[in-house]
């Protein structure tokens, strides 16, 4: 660090701007602090993030762990030949998928209602309080969370006796909450509603804040009532935002997650819950199948790839439209 | 005419309509549900560890506990991996955020500079990292060829710049009004000077956030102890030794099961799985609950300044 400090002394005149005349590396030379500053950055960033690339080859090999990499064998496309005919694969893709659009979907209605119903309170600590509790699953650990959907779902959890309470079920038809496969994706859609819902808000609320009150007052005053002034203000105010909140989260269609499907999988719901990282980790860790493991994981990178960029541009081209 | 309707406005203005009165009801009616579900289950496990962990397997314990008793606190801090594994999560949390946050401020206070010839160069090779991953097969073998494998180094390495909190710092760096930094180098302060001494400080926000972020993220961590330090006791963190117990008492298991289980292993005579589950829940999440709501308002708008740039 006193090496850089010493070397910064000396750049002190690259507050100049950039002639077009000079020479890039002179430059370079004359900000040589800003240089030091970022490109060790650049060296730890290409190392960790973009050499595992290479490890793609993998894929395309019979790879035996024992073997070199140069030793491989190497097999072309057959890795994902495989992968597209084989049953469980395509069954994990529909997971993925369909958790995927669960949270979407879910998490948007419940994030804008919950919004737009703290907005309608007018006692600010009452206000404030629900919103600061409302963050705080966000904040805990999935094995947290996870802990405590196996506990008010098990045999002797809080739910199974609130629907012998309601007269719904009798003694000893407790219900297997996580034993029953089909219901995986609602307990999934439910937790991560629990989780995530107040932290969402936060951005609805920010956009509900800046619409201009004058609206408000002029829809008073032409009679409008709550709902009206939800509907014709409020909600058009962050049509924006939910707008391209929803393009981009339609880019991460194949990013379902990992931890809620691992953590709350088990032998009984596993048709439901096992999703593409799980298959990518059971193929890759336990099952030693590198080259089928690295196959789907590339898949899964170059579909989200894709999908993220065609997101972004669109959403870039529709906020500017938009925001004027 | 128009008298009698501005009157009429007056007196919706002042006094709720019935309509009116059953929708704030309603309102207020759903939140607190919303906080009861949201804050219920950590009371019932803060009073499960509070509980008797024999007595606990009877059920019925909702919102105190019935037979208070330290033991579970008690044995979860004398069992000496836990106890090791808090020392390495605090460890992995402090470290890895501090390095985070200044390493993170730094390159983004050289792609916030507009005389910077690399910049573009820079920001683009960073930015493209939120796009796409090697996955997990070639990451893991990268760290094995790295020696990273079975240290702790492989909780910090990894993870010291992301690129969204580079966005989020670059965003404010580049929204401080630039006569400060300007003034800074007049007075002859070089760069790496004028971001410690003038630009960090006035960063507090937002690296509040980021620490925030990063702090709970790594605090939060698990898989890659899972992944990568499995088989080293002495580097196990919480939420991995946490995670352990869950898949132990799986989903399926009922407190009865562990009854059992606490009947054969003279051991556990005093404590069951159960009651180390709820006490470990605890534990892990204090940290965590005590230090958020302070730094609400800085996340709140650290958020939205990611949200504005992209």
Redesign the interface.
Known sequence: MDN??A??????S?????KGRKS?FK??VQ?R???L???P??I?????????????A?AFQDYKPAKSFWEQEWVGFEHFKFLFTNERFLLVLRNTIVMSLINLVLGFVTAIS?AL??N??RNMA?KR??Q??????Y??????A???I???????G?VNDLLKFLGLIEEGEEI?F??IGEWFWGIYGASIV?KN??WNT??YL?AIAVIDPGLYEAA??D?A??FRKMWHITLPGIRNVIIVLLIMNIGYLLESG??PQY??G?G?NIDYSENL?IF??NY??RLYN?SL??AA??F??VV??IL??AA?SIAKRIGEVRLY | MANGRRQK?KKR?GRMSV??WA?EIV??T??IL??I??????I??LAVSLNDATDSLK?GI?LWPRKFSLENYKFVFQESNIANAALISVLRTVIGTVLTVF?SA??A???S?P????RR??TV??LL??????????????MRN?GLIGTFGIYI??N??GAFNLIVIRTFIENLPSSLI?SA??D??????T?VNIVLPLCAPVLATVALFTG?WQ??S??DVF?YNSSKEHLSTL?YE??KV?AF????????DFQAAAAQGASYQKVTPYAI??TM?IV??VP??MV??FL?KYF?KG??IG?VK?
């Open positions: 850089n400090l070397l910064t002394k000396t750049a002190t690259t507050k100049q701007k950039p890039f430059l370079l900000q602090a800003l240089v500053m970022s490109i950055f650049v730890w960033v290409i190392i960790f993030k973009y050499l595992p690339i290479w490890g793609w993998i919950l119903m703290l309608e309170v009452f309080t629900v600061t509790i409302s963050y705080m699953p904040f805990l650990s999935w094995v947290v996870a802990g405590i196996q506990n008010i779902l098990a045999v002797d809080v297997l996580l034993g629990w819902v107040g936060i951005v920010a008073e005053i009679g009532g709550r990992f931890e953590l709350l088990n009984m990282d990518v980790l890759g860790i590198y493991s690295v994981s590339i899964k990178t989200s790839f993220i960029t972004n | 406005r203005i309509g009116d929708f309102n207020h759903l939140l919303l906080v579900v949201t804050l219920y289950p950590m019932n496990t059920g909702y390493c730094m390159v206070y050289t792609i500079r005389e910077y010839v690399l160069f820079v090779i960073f990292t939120m796009y796409f991953n090697g996955g997990l097969i070639p990451t893991y073998l990268l790295l390495w990894p010291i710049i300007e180098k007049i002859g302060a070089g760069e790496f000077r971001f709970v605090w939060n698990w898989f992944l939420q946490l995670q869950l008492s799986n989903a399926s298991m009922q407190r009865i589950r709820a829940m892990v999440s965590v609950i958020y709501p609400q709140v958020m939205l949200g992209e």
